[in-house]
């Protein structure tokens, strides 16, 4: 994996590798198999739990941070997850485009607040309430995705 996120509740990347004592936990509670483990080709990260939102989204169920015991994913509200930021690529957004998509924004769990729709119907994310969880990303019908999630620092 090159692109990844963190789970949910995930302390600050530059000491989450130090914290995470690579049981699986996590992994292990995940309903929708939706954590990976880094392998070895990631190095220090080998052994964390990652999570590529393309290929399978975080539906926030918020189990594995209450699975974690060393503290590197806390335990935190649904609505307070920080896993990243979504980024519309405007240039590849159908919207953007003149063709009408709305994918994204009736996917978001956060429905109508992380990610609206301006007066042309074009989405919008919204930093504050976006949770990072990469299920627009996911969704989007265009190869590559025209909306992705950038992992928080």
Not at 38 to 44: A, H, L, N, R
Not at 133 to 139: A, F, Q, T
Request: charged content about 20%; some cysteine; hydrophobic content about 35%.
């Amino acid at each position: 994996m090159t692109e990844y996120l963190r789970p949910p509740g995930a302390v600050a990347e530059t000491v989450f590798p130090l914290t995470c004592i690579r049981c699986a936990r996590c992994a292990e509670m995940c309903p929708y198999k939706t954590i990976q483990l880094g392998t070895v080709s990631d190095g220090f990260n080998a052994g964390t739990p990652m999570i590529e939102a393309r290929t399978i989204p975080c539906y926030l169920c918020m189990r594995c941070p209450e699975a974690c015991p060393s503290g590197a994913l806390e335990v935190v509200a649904m609505r307070e997850v920080r896993m990243g930021r979504a980024r519309i690529r405007e240039g590849a957004c159908l919207p953007f485009l003149g063709v009408l998509c709305r994918t994204c924004y009736n996917a978001c769990p956060i429905f109508d607040e992380a990610i609206t729709m301006n007066e042309l119907l074009q989405p919008l994310v919204d930093e504050r309430t976006c949770t990072g969880c990469g299920i627009c990303e996911h969704v989007c019908p265009t190869d590559p995705p025209a909306i992705v999630v950038e992992r928080t620092p």
